[in-house]
Nanobody
Framework: QLQASGGGLVQAGGSLRLSCAAS????????PAWFRQAPGKEREFVAS????????YYADSVKGRFTISRDNAKNTVDLQMNSLKPEDTAVYYC????????????WGQGTQVTVSS
């Protein structure tokens, strides 16, 4: 089970750090990622690790502002979001897929991020 936390209300230009905790398992063998869904829009990819965990991918819209990271001691995958913009407002979801599986099968419940202008 995945639990996302850390969302909230922040002014444009501010920062938030989201955290995704896995209960009952570690992220070993899985590729973790963050997605988001804004009101009236489809869910979109935000960031993930490569299958080896050695590199990261980012959506163009967040590149240079967001950073995905893993904390093995806490068994979490975090998303540091800096220089937030109103268009970053969305429900953010963490998800994982098995290495070798293109589909993300396991999803957290989402955490709301609201950026005011």
């Amino acid at each position: 089970q995945l639990q996302a936390s850390g969302g909230g209300l922040v002014q444009a230009g501010g920062s938030l750090r989201l955290s995704c905790a896995a209960s009952g398992r570690t992220f070993s063998g899985y590729v973790p990622a963050w997605f988001r869904q804004a009101p009236g829009k489809e869910r979109e990819f935000v960031a993930s690790f490569t299958w080896s965990g050695s590199s990261t991918y980012y959506a163009d819209s967040v590149k240079g502002r967001f950073t995905i990271s893993r904390d093995n001691a806490k068994n979490t995958v975090d998303l540091q979001m800096n220089s937030l913009k109103p268009e970053d407002t969305a429900v953010y979801y963490c998800a994982v897929r098995l290495i070798g599986n293109p589909k993300y099968d396991y999803w957290g419940q989402g955490t709301q991020v609201t950026v005011s202008s």
